[in-house]
């Protein structure tokens, strides 16, 4: 057994293949008598290795083996039914007196806990708001109404909204704050997390206002139960759909150009 802090291939199993060798995004196993090693002790453990493996030779210690599951071409989306539910999509926000069962609350984290990272950074976390919608949101309804006149001068658009007290979530029943420093790898996970929503037959809405409002709030953070440093990417407000789309929308030519 070849054993490193980040990564262990058992080398009774190696074949020496050099599946892993050529698919490691940061050339970290070379072959030595024909078998694959591990060069450094430390490595991004994207899991590359553990997945092109034929043999199942390479393990990561630091995670749970038991979430490994084997894939086959069988398991890969239908593109046309995958395009058709995102051209269907819309921001609900009407939504029925019904809660969101904690099953499919989880579901939809899985969603964004497997999304790629940024160097396999894994730096997206979860508030998961099911029991104080109505004190949290009420707190970002008064700083809203503070700040809409100052606002106003910057985002006109604010001028016209009405501040009611279902003004960010709607009523409803859930709403997951995702947590990132990196925006982009909090926004990539949200979207995965949407479309996880959608097949368990849930709507969604993303509350831009919320999520600037918690990153300026001293008081919502605490009531999130936020860190020091954590910093809101984005906010998805979920619930069963109290509204039936017919059909799909019109949208602007995609701006496309090939070089």
Do not use: W
């Amino acid at each position: 057994m070849d054993m490193k802090s980040d990564v262990s291939i058992d080398l009774e199993k190696c074949i020496g293949c050099s599946k892993c060798v050529k698919d490691c995004p940061e050339h970290n196993i070379v072959m030595e008598n024909n078998k694959a090693v591990i060069r450094r002790d430390e490595c991004l453990k994207c899991g590359h290795c553990v997945a092109i493996c034929p043999k199942n030779a390479v393990r990561i210690p630091q995670y749970d083996e038991e979430e490994i599951i084997p894939i086959s071409g069988e398991d890969k989306l239908n593109s046309d039914t995958l395009l058709k539910v995102i051209k269907g999509g819309r921001s609900i926000r009407q939504f029925k007196d019904i809660p969101v069962e904690k099953e499919k609350l989880m579901q939809i984290i899985e969603a964004g806990r497997y999304t790629a990272t940024a160097s396999n950074k894994q730096d997206v976390s979860y508030i998961v708001i099911t029991e104080k919608n109505k004190e949290i949101e009420k707190e970002a309804v008064k700083l809203l109404r503070l700040l809409k006149k100052p606002l106003g001068l910057f985002i006109p658009i604010v001028k016209s909204i009405t501040i009611d007290d279902e003004f960010y979530f709607k009523n409803a029943p859930a709403v997951i704050v995702v947590v990132s420093k990196d925006q982009v790898n909090g926004s990539l996970a949200a979207s995965n997390m949407e479309l996880m929503a959608e097949s368990l037959g849930l709507g969604t809405f993303y509350s831009g206002f919320f999520t600037r409002a918690v990153n300026i709030s001293a008081k919502l953070r605490n009531l999130l139960r936020m860190e020091k440093g954590q910093k809101v990417a984005t906010v998805l407000v979920i619930g069963y759909p109290n509204v039936t789309y017919e059909r799909t929308v019109p949208r602007k030519k995609a701006d496309v150009q090939f070089v």
